[in-house]
């Protein structure tokens, strides 16, 4: 079975300054999707960034990128320029296209990050 | 283009009653996938509906059944609610089930 670890409960960070969010995933599958997520207190769960296991070249979403490490099985969110709206819980998200468990996505217990002005 | 939308935005009942949650997904879509998030925990995953049937199912009991119709659009039916079944009810839809999920609003559900 697959899991996702989130170590970090809260993290804060003062606005415009960069912060990275940790995890870590452990999976027998080769060829997978990784997701980070952002929930706002509204609670809709929104696609932040992707990345496919077979690419070795990092996802950029804007501010958003990841530091994609398959053999260490991590994969860390930065987010740099930290605006006041960035405020929200992020999870992190597996998903194995094939196999038995495909499309069968795995999240982790999330981190709530808090934007300071 | 509409994205994923779910209904009721909130529910309550008692427990022993039954539930029934709804789902459309995005425009060009024919997957849906339904989880379970407890407060301050992530999604769990409840099972997974493509071409009206269910694709992968999650540890979840038989009380938790769903339903697929042809226009893609799905149903989450909770039998015999328990106090544990209150939870916000999200539903995701994706092309083929094997990609990028996009969410909804979710359906939070109380159960007194």
Same mark, same amino acid.
């Given at each position: 079975?697959?899991? *996702?670890? &989130?170590?970090?409960?809260? =993290?804060?960070?003062?606005?415009?300054?960069?912060?990275? %969010?940790?995890?870590?995933?452990?999976?027998?599958?080769?060829?997978?999707? %990784?997701?980070?997520?952002?929930?706002?207190?509204? +609670?809709? =769960?929104? %696609?932040?960034? +992707? &990345?496919?296991?077979?690419?070795?070249?990092?996802?950029?979403?804007? +501010?958003?990128? *990841?530091?994609?490490?398959?053999?260490?099985?991590?994969?860390?969110?930065?987010?740099?320029?930290? &605006?006041?709206?960035?405020?929200? =819980?992020?999870?992190?998200?597996? =998903?194995?296209?094939?196999?038995?468990?495909?499309?069968?996505?795995?999240?982790?217990?999330?981190?709530?990050?808090?934007?300071?002005? | 283009?509409?994205?994923?939308?779910?209904?009721?935005?909130?529910?309550?009942?008692?427990?022993?009653?039954?539930?029934?949650? $709804?789902?459309?997904?995005?425009?060009?879509?024919?997957?849906?996938?339904?989880?379970?998030?407890?407060?301050?925990?992530?999604?769990?995953?409840?099972?997974?509906?493509?071409?009206?049937?269910?694709?992968?199912?999650?540890?979840?009991?038989?009380?938790?059944?769903?339903?697929?119709?042809?226009?893609?659009?799905?149903?989450?039916?909770?039998?015999?609610?328990?106090?544990?079944?209150?939870?916000?009810?999200?539903?995701?839809?994706?092309?083929?089930? $094997?990609?990028?999920?996009?969410?909804?609003?979710?359906?939070?559900?109380?159960?007194?």
């Amino acid at each position: 079975a697959q899991t *996702v670890t &989130q170590s970090q409960p809260e =993290m804060s960070v003062q606005e415009a300054e960069t912060v990275t %969010l940790s995890c870590t995933y452990d999976t027998s599958e080769n060829n997978y999707y %990784l997701f980070w997520y952002k929930q706002p207190p509204s +609670r809709q =769960m929104i %696609l932040v960034i +992707r &990345q496919e296991a077979y690419k070795q070249q990092n996802a950029t979403e804007n +501010r958003f990128s *990841v530091n994609f490490q398959k053999a260490a099985k991590s994969f860390s969110l930065k987010i740099s320029d930290s &605006q006041l709206g960035d405020t929200a =819980m992020y999870f992190c998200a597996f =998903m194995p296209p094939g196999g038995t468990n495909a499309g069968k996505s795995t999240f982790g217990d999330g981190t709530t990050l808090t934007v300071k002005p | 283009d509409a994205g994923v939308t779910q209904s009721p935005t909130h529910l309550i009942k008692t427990r022993g009653q039954q539930v029934t949650l $709804r789902c459309s997904p995005k425009s060009g879509h024919d997957t849906v996938s339904w989880y379970q998030q407890a407060l301050g925990q992530g999604p769990q995953f409840i099972f997974q509906y493509y071409e009206e049937e269910e694709r992968q199912r999650g540890n979840f009991p038989d009380r938790f059944s769903g339903h697929q119709f042809p226009n893609y659009s799905s149903e989450l039916n909770v039998n015999a609610l328990l106090l544990g079944d209150s939870a916000l009810y999200l539903c995701a839809s994706s092309f083929a089930g $094997r990609d990028t999920q996009y969410f909804g609003p979710g359906t939070r559900l109380t159960v007194l």
